[in-house]
């Protein structure tokens, strides 16, 4: 078993992990594990390797919910630090590479086919070309995919996030207005998050008897709250001119994904409403963005993927 590696993508409620055997032929061994039952990383790593009965690992690549700079890593939703050497002891491993989640999402993205996405509009490209991954969940995570001129692939992490949320209307307008703090700038992953969701919901809703952000989706997805409906039909509005103007920005020719825990559920909506139009309206230029391919990421665990392929490198 020692030419086995570990893949593991951390976010700040579970840690999951994988296993990668040499010929690269899926991921095996997959588990879950709460983080409220580890005390560090270390921890949960060594118990998966304890898990499977691992002696020693060939190499890890673990994709975390935070900025990888510097020797000492940290999550950002968990107080949890730790250096690439701390885990690899813990991983009974010859090598770490620690990626971030969105890094591992866009490395992904190449090794992604079939049933693993759902594809709105666009054309299949002919060949490679700058892909771009984006996804609302906690925050709003944003990597490109660039390939290089020798073959493979780089990829770049950008903070859409934290841009100007792309109001046009005085409709608009006003509901940024009543989800805006005094003093606070407003930010796209105030509005564009599954926490966004539930804000933007409260800010129209009078009574708002839903409250968390799955409640606000699910009950938007039965018609069953007309707020909640309105609610999700804004999300998709500013979702598709974040997307388009990031698809626009670096040229994303070879696609635009959407990745995330909500991107599944709303996938029919995606195709359905008028979100591929939108995405689309870039004025005289919007030729350049028919052709661009849209794709909702529906595998279950993209980032493993992403992780398998940085060990290729």
Not at 148 to 165: F, K, N, Q, S, Y
Not at 282 to 295: E, S, T
Request: aromatic share 6%.
């Amino acid at each position: 078993m020692a030419q086995v590696s570990i893949v593991g993508d951390i976010g700040g409620t579970n840690s999951r992990f994988g296993l990668v055997s040499p010929d690269w032929e899926g991921i095996k061994a997959i588990e879950k594990l709460k983080n409220d039952n580890f005390d560090s990383l270390e921890a949960a790593i060594a118990r998966y390797v304890d898990m499977q009965k691992l002696n020693a690992v060939h190499a890890a690549a673990i994709a975390i919910a935070g900025p990888v700079e510097g020797e000492l890593v940290k999550l950002t939703n968990r107080p949890w630090s730790f250096t690439a050497a701390s885990l690899a002891k813990a991983a009974k491993a010859k090598r770490v590479r620690i990626l971030n989640d969105f890094e591992a999402l866009a490395l992904s993205l190449p090794h992604l086919e079939g049933e693993d996405v759902v594809q709105i509009g666009g054309q299949t490209p002919s060949k490679p070309g700058v892909k771009i991954v984006l996804g609302p969940g906690t925050g709003l995570g944003m990597s490109t995919l660039a390939p290089l001129p020798g073959g493979g692939w780089m990829a770049l992490p950008g903070e859409v996030g934290h841009i100007t949320l792309p109001v046009l209307t005085r409709d608009e307008f006003d509901w940024r207005e009543r989800m805006t703090l005094p003093g606070v700038i407003f930010e796209s992953e105030d509005a564009i998050t599954g926490g966004g969701l539930l804000r933007m919901y409260r800010a129209i809703a009078n009574p708002a008897p839903l409250s968390t952000p799955e409640d606000v989706l699910q009950a938007a997805l039965k018609d069953s709250d007309t707020a909640a409906v309105k609610t999700l039909d804004q999300f998709i509005v500013w979702l598709a001119r974040i997307a388009g103007d990031a698809a626009m920005t670096v040229q994303a020719r070879g696609g635009v994904y959407l990745a995330g825990g909500i991107a599944p559920s709303i996938a029919d909506r995606l195709k359905s409403g008028p979100f591929r139009t939108i995405f689309e309206e870039k004025g005289r230029l919007a030729h350049v963005m028919r052709p661009i391919p849209f794709y909702v990421i529906v595998d279950s665990f993209p980032a493993f993927k992403g992780c398998a392929a940085a060990l290729r490198e």
